[in-house]
């Protein structure tokens, strides 16, 4: 198979071709469908949050069509679908946030009630980046792997991408000014990778790590400019 190459601002991807060098996740217990980790608030008594590796697709028989919105073997996305997709694979990351109400500047801004807002508001969104690797190789009619043909693709802090509004700091607060619970969301849906296999033996993707969480805010209320790290490793 052979796709263009994409490549997304603030990212960069690296592919490894030596032979044998791979994830080691076949080893019992390494995948998991959900990994969850605590981060503590960078300064006391400030926000923590849960962070949650979820919904993790890893098409073990690769066979992405890249210009496909639907069907087994898509790799975009329609309108409104934050979802991995089941050709090129991906995962998605919820972050819990913790001790919001009892920050200082819950309680709802004066200009909400009709004063004049101060300008030059700040971005006012949750952003997140993670290292990302994901093994690929050539399988065996028998399903054993095809020597040599194991590489890596590694993306170092890879900016993920927001699901639906859920990164807006001002919609999680209002969420939680209307006494709900409110997580900031993300996915991320993967590029296609160019997977050339001897004959007799079909592309496969086997692995996927994700680790070196880094998240950050710039709001206007409450949050501030804050940022939140957690080396934790995810493997699907």
């Not at 690769?62 to 898509?74: E, H, I, V």
């Not at 890879?158 to 969301?185: C, H």
């Amino acid at each position: 198979m052979r796709f263009p190459r994409v490549h997304r601002a603030g990212s960069r991807l690296l592919v490894s071709l030596t032979a044998g060098f791979g994830l080691l996740l076949s080893a019992p217990g390494a995948a998991r469908a959900e990994t969850s980790y605590e981060i503590p608030a960078p300064a006391e008594g400030g926000v923590g949050m849960t962070a949650t590796y979820y919904k993790a697709v890893v098409p073990q028989h690769y066979n992405p069509d890249p210009t496909a919105y639907f069907g087994p073997r898509k790799c975009l996305n329609t309108y409104h679908d934050y979802e991995p997709t089941p050709g090129c694979g991906g995962f998605k990351l919820k972050l819990d946030l913790h001790n919001v109400r009892n920050q200082p500047g819950f309680e709802l801004p004066p200009w909400v009630s009709g004063a004049k807002a101060p300008r030059n508001l700040p971005d006012n969104r949750f952003r997140a980046w993670a290292d990302i690797s994901r093994t690929f190789g050539c399988l065996r009619p028998d399903g054993s792997f095809e020597p040599g043909t194991k590489f890596v693709v590694r993306q170092t802090q890879q900016l993920l991408e927001a699901d639906y509004v859920y990164n807006d700091a001002g919609y999680i607060l209002s969420m939680f000014r209307q006494g709900m619970e409110q997580y900031a969301g993300f996915y991320m849906p993967f590029q296609p990778v160019e997977v050339n296999c001897p004959a007799g033996t079909t592309p496969s993707q086997y692995g996927l790590k994700v680790s070196n969480l880094k998240v950050h805010v710039n709001a206007s209320e409450v949050f501030g400019n804050t940022t939140w790290t957690h080396p934790g490793v995810f493997y699907a």
